[in-house]
């Protein structure tokens, strides 16, 4: 399968705890997105990378949300001192270069916050 | 930042019937990019078809199509000869073509299709 993976699937955690996610995209793909997606509502931006530069962040990313792409390959997002708020699944998704070009979506990671 | 609605919270369509998905989106700018994206349940957001907005011709893939108002700012997808397969959320989604690489999503429509 050579589809943008994400990894977990699923993590429970306690409000407070911080959490990791990992995504690796499709491997010939220069750009990376992540985006949030809460129950009843389209997928919202985050971030984006260009190989291993951020170069754009949403004002939803605040500053307990870190992501990281080193060497341009697979990326992380580490939500710091997580909140009730943060529940979402979070979705990964890669492209090539050029807007008209699609994203590929992964399946997610679901957040749960007890 | 555009804004995407789409005005349909959920659409019921019979196995080989025609049904067409409302996207609206507000923007001040000439030049962007459109997609629709099918969403199953519990599986990845694939693209089902896209569009750019300096092209007045209408997109088509397969037994999909958008009809395109470029003027009245809307997108809409019509899903001809349904298939139970083609149950799942479809999301409108808009991307600038001077500033960023997000793309911005509407709500969503749930889509049933009925044997």
């Known amino acids: 399968d050579t589809g943008v993976s994400q990894d977990p699937r699923h993590k429970i955690t306690k409000r407070g705890q911080n959490v990791t996610f990992r995504c690796d995209p499709i491997?010939?793909?220069?750009?990376l997105y992540w985006y949030r997606q809460t129950l009843g509502q389209g997928p919202e931006f985050l971030t984006y990378?260009?190989?291993?530069?951020?170069?754009?962040k949403s004002r939803l990313l605040s500053d307990r949300f870190s992501a990281e792409r080193p060497k341009g390959s697979f990326s992380t997002l580490e939500i710091q001192r997580t909140e009730q708020g943060d529940s979402a699944m979070y979705l990964c998704?890669?492209?090539?270069?050029?807007?008209?070009?699609?994203?590929?979506f992964g399946d997610g990671t679901r957040l749960s916050i007890l | 930042a555009q804004t995407v609605t789409q005005s349909q919270p959920e659409m019921s369509v019979q196995e080989a019937e025609t049904v067409t998905l409302s996207c609206t989106y507000d923007?001040?700018?000439?030049?962007?990019?459109l997609f629709w994206y099918k969403q199953p349940p519990s599986r990845q957001m694939i693209l089902v078809i896209r569009?750019?907005?300096?092209?007045?011709q209408n997109a088509t893939e397969n037994r999909f199509s958008v009809n395109f108002q470029k003027a009245a700012k809307s997108f809409s997808l019509k899903i001809s000869d349904s298939q139970l397969g083609d149950a799942a959320m479809y999301f409108c989604?808009?991307?600038?073509?001077?500033?960023?690489?997000?793309?911005?999503f509407g709500k969503g429509t749930s889509l049933l299709v009925t044997p």
């Open positions: 569009q750019e907005a300096y092209k007045q």
């Open positions: 491997s010939e793909h220069n750009r």
């Open positions: 990378f260009q190989n291993e530069a951020q170069l754009e």
């Open positions: 989604a808009y991307r600038s073509a001077y500033s960023g690489y997000a793309l911005n």
């Open positions: 923007t001040s700018e000439s030049d962007y990019y």
């Open positions: 998704a890669s492209s090539l270069g050029g807007k008209y070009q699609p994203q590929h």
